[in-house]
């Protein structure tokens, strides 16, 4: 059971590391960039724990939330103005940013 509870927590943080990447893309804001880089620490951090709970259970599960600790939500612009609340999972932006990093 706590295997799969790590395993669940690895897959959200993995999903909400796509989704700042996609709007990062879309909108070239550097919060978001900023959210995909923590993400991806958070990720290694988390599958780190869940390496952990097959021998220790408590050990396991305290490193999983260390990682999501880390991947807390930061400061980000509006960049969802008119979209429906499945786009907004999605990462769909209604925000198009320039090229240019």
């Known amino acids: 059971m706590y295997q799969q509870l790590a395993i669940a927590a690895y897959i959200v943080v993995l999903f909400l ?16 960039r900023k959210g995909a880089l923590r993400g991806l620490a958070a990720s290694t951090v988390v599958l780190l724990g869940t390496f952990f709970v097959g021998a220790n259970p408590n050990l396991g599960l305290l490193i999983v939330l260390i990682g999501l600790y880390i991947n807390r939500k ?17 990462g769909k932006t209604d925000y198009h940013g320039s090229d240019e990093v």
């Open 74 to 90: 930061g400061i980000r612009e509006d960049v969802f103005r008119d979209t429906a609340a499945m786009d907004r999972f999605l």
């Open 17 to 32: 590391t796509l989704r700042d990447i996609r709007i990062f893309k879309r909108t070239r804001l550097v919060s978001y």
